[in-house]
């Protein structure tokens, strides 16, 4: 006999399925009853739990994305004005979260390229809300005459692109790290020349 789930974790199944096979075929790929085959489950279960796709969406989101958790370990050091800390935390955070589950960065490259709705609530949730957290504290330290006059929207999206970039490379393309480079050594380096520059 099987063992009846609680609606929390049917709901968890139900994601997991659909996220393993998501980031391997795609969202066009991708059939409903192919995620409630491999829940284990019936196609109607599915609607039961998740009333829209859109719903079953932002499940995915909220349950893979730890926007809340990457902020926090940033604002501390921001609020101590510690300029290092606050771009290592992103850039550590962002790289942890990655490596412990590396489907999200694959499920938003499939979202990107066909266009899903999902790149789109994706970009609200995490991506704008980081580059606005990271423009603001660029733009205040501007206001406080400790960084030179920019662009700093252009700016927090350089320093993420760096970590996002090393991402890509070293997650998806299967690119292997150099040998004594840390997640930890390689953050420092791009903190280094984001607030320094590489000049001599």
Do not use: C, N, W
């Not at 603001?136 to 700016?155: P, Q, T, W």
Request: charged share 30%; hydrophobic share 45%; aromatic share 8%.
């Amino acid at each position: 006999m099987k063992e009846r789930l609680s609606a929390d974790k049917r709901r968890q199944q139900i994601v997991e399925a659909a996220v393993e096979l998501f980031s391997r075929k795609g969202f066009r790929g991708t059939r409903t009853r192919e995620i409630a085959e491999a829940a284990g489950i019936s196609e109607a279960m599915i609607y039961r739990h998740f009333a829209t796709k859109r719903e079953l969406y932002s499940a995915i989101i909220e349950a893979k994305s730890a926007t809340e958790e990457l902020l926090a370990s940033a604002a501390t050091a921001a609020q101590g004005k510690d300029d290092a800390g606050v771009l290592r935390a992103v850039g550590l955070k962002m790289i942890e979260q990655t490596v412990q589950d590396p489907s999200l960065m694959r499920l938003l490259l499939f979202s990107a390229l066909e266009g899903h709705e999902l790149s789109e609530i994706f970009f609200e949730s995490r991506v704008k809300r980081l580059h606005q957290f990271l423009s603001r504290y660029i733009r205040r330290r501007i206001k406080e005459g400790r960084f030179r006059s920019m662009d700093a929207l252009v700016a927090a999206r350089g320093f993420i692109g760096m970590i996002v970039h090393y991402l890509l490379i070293h997650k998806l393309f299967g690119v292997k790290r150099p040998r004594r480079s840390s997640p930890e050594e390689v953050v420092e380096l791009f903190v280094s020349v984001f607030l320094k520059g590489i000049a001599r």
